[in-house]
Nanobody, 123 residues
Framework: QVQLVESGGGSVEAGGSLRLSCEASGYTRSKWMGWFRQAPGKEREGVAAMDVNYGGTYYADSVRGRFTISQGNAKTTVYLQMNSVKPEDTAVYYC?????????????????WGQGTQVTVSS
């Protein structure tokens, strides 16, 4: 059974930093691992993704230059370093894994999801 478990969410003031972690288990290979977020009343949107095998990264325009995605040595852990956070970054953040590629920012391209972790940024 595939499991993605997020940790590291919480409350932070605008301009601060937060680091999210995601540990994957129950399967042996993915093409991408990434992060999505969903704010109240809004659709789930792609934040960042990483090619597990080649290290290529993808970012939403709204976070590029502020957030950094990285992976652990075992390639089953992915991190999201969030710097210079803004109130509009407030959302539930979901870890996801993709096995077959596609358009990274499309929710339907992803095969497995974590349960989500809340990030709240106060002004």
């Amino acid at each position: 059974q595939v499991q993605l478990v997020e940790s590291g969410g919480g409350s932070v003031e605008a301009g601060g930093s937060l680091r999210l972690s995601c540990e994957a288990s129950g399967y042996t290979r993915s093409k991408w691992m990434g992060w999505f977020r969903q704010a109240p009343g809004k659709e789930r949107e792609g934040v960042a993704a990483m090619d597990v095998n080649y290290g290529g990264t993808y970012y939403a325009d709204s976070v590029r230059g502020r957030f950094t995605i990285s992976q652990g040595n075992a390639k089953t852990t992915v991190y999201l370093q969030m710097n210079s956070v803004k109130p509009e970054d407030t959302a539930v953040y979901y870890c996801a894994a993709n096995r077959y590629g596609g358009v990274w920012s499309e929710v339907r391209a992803w095969n497995y999801w974590g349960q989500g972790t809340q990030v709240t940024v106060s002004s």
